[in-house]
C-alpha cells in the first residue's frame, strides 16, 4: 500500500443488505489502484448476514427501502430503482470477524482501528465507515485532501457525514471546511498521531453500549488536535433501523429518515461489488 493511502475499515453486524449497497457503492467511486478495503464483523449470527459475509452464493432478500417522495430530491432513489439481491463477498472483500460474541459498537470500532493502525503502520490515517451510506464519486480523494489541511489546527478526526442537523443558513451553499465539537460516524478520518497520543483509550476495554463518536471526539480534542467536518458531506446514510438504538424507527426524525442535510447527490452504485486488493 502507499504509504499516502488510508485504509478502509467497515464495521457491520447482521445488516448484509445495507452492506452490500455500501460496497457497491464503495465499488463504484474513484478508488486508488490496490486500496485496502476490509469489512470487519461484530460476531453477526443472523444466518442470511453469515452466508453473505463468508460465501460467494446469491442471498434472496427483499428491498428494504421506503418508497417515499421525499428521497427522490436527497438522490436516495438510486437505491429502489438500481437494487439487486446480493452475492456472497468471498473472494471479493476481505471480511475479519472480530469474535465470537458481540462487542458493541464502541469496542468493536476501537478493535477495528487498533487492528486497521497495526497492519498498515505506514498508513498516515485510517477511514472508519458504518455499514449504511452510500457516496459521491470523488469522496475519498475529497477526504484526504481535507484531512492534510492545516489552517484550523492539525485535523485528529475528519467527519465526511453528519446525521439530522441541518446546516446553519450561511453554510448551505459554501463549500469549506469547519470546525465541530461533535458529529456521527459514519464516515470517519483518524489521523495517526492522534491515535497515537491517546492509544491506551483506544486500546482500552469499555463499558459503553453506544456514544463511540462522541467518545472518539473527546479523545481526539483530548490528543491536542481538532475535530472538523467536510462541507457539503461525502456520502448520504441510507440505514432505516438502528442496532444501537432499535427503538429509534426511521420516522424518528421525520418523514425522510436520519439524513446528512450536507450532502449533496449524485451518489454511485455499481451493478456489483469490485474485488478489492487482499488484505496484507
Given at each position: ?255 425522510r429518515g436520519r439524513i446528512s442535510y450536507e450532502a449533496r447527490p449524485p451518489y454511485v452504485l455499481a ?10
Amino acid at each position: 500500500m502507499r504509504a499516502d493511502l488510508a485504509p478502509i475499515g467497515l464495521l457491520t453486524r447482521n445488516r448484509h443488505v445495507y452492506l452490500d449497497a455500501t460496497l457497491r457503492s464503495l465499488s463504484a467511486t474513484g478508488l486508488p489502484a490496490k486500496q485496502p478495503v476490509i469489512v470487519f464483523d461484530d460476531a453477526s449470527d443472523e444466518q442470511a448476514t453469515v452466508a453473505y459475509l463468508y460465501g460467494s452464493s446469491l442471498i434472496p432478500a427483499g428491498d428494504p427501502w421506503p418508497r417515499v417522495p421525499a428521497w427522490g430530491p436527497l438522490g436516495l432513489d438510486i437505491l429502489w430503482k438500481q437494487y439487486r439481491s446480493p452475492h456472497g463477498l468471498l473472494g471479493k472483500v476481505a471480511v475479519e470477524r472480530l469474535g465470537g460474541t458481540p462487542l458493541g459498537v464502541v469496542n468493536a470500532s476501537c478493535q477495528m482501528i487498533c487492528r486497521l493502525f497495526k497492519r498498515y503502520p505506514d498508513a498516515p490515517g485510517v477511514i472508519l465507515l458504518q455499514d449504511d451510506v452510500i457516496f459521491n464519486h470523488d469522496w475519498y480523494m475529497q477526504m484526504l485532501i481535507n484531512a492534510g489541511r492545516t489552517e484550523m489546527g492539525p485535523i485528529g478526526l475528519l467527519s465526511g457525514c453528519r446525521l439530522n442537523k441541518p446546516l446553519k443558513t450561511e453554510y448551505a451553499k459554501m463549500s469549506l471546511l469547519r470546525l465541530t465539537h461533535s458529529t456521527t460516524a459514519q464516515c470517519l478520518y483518524l489521523a495517526r498521531e492522534a491515535y497515537e497520543r491517546e492509544k491506551e483509550w483506544f486500546s482500552s476495554e469499555h463499558n459503553l453500549r453506544s456514544g463511540f463518536d462522541n467518545h472518539l471526539c473527546t479523545t481526539v480534542r483530548r490528543s491536542g488536535h481538532v475535530v472538523c467536518m467536510t462541507n457539503p458531506a461525502v456520502c448520504q446514510h441510507t440505514g432505516l433501523l438502528s442496532l444501537v438504538r432499535p427503538k429509534l424507527g426511521w420516522h424518528a426524525r421525520g418523514k425522510r429518515g436520519r439524513i446528512s442535510y450536507e450532502a449533496r447527490p449524485p451518489y454511485v452504485l455499481a451493478d456489483r461489488i469490485k474485488t478489492f486488493a487482499p488484505c496484507e
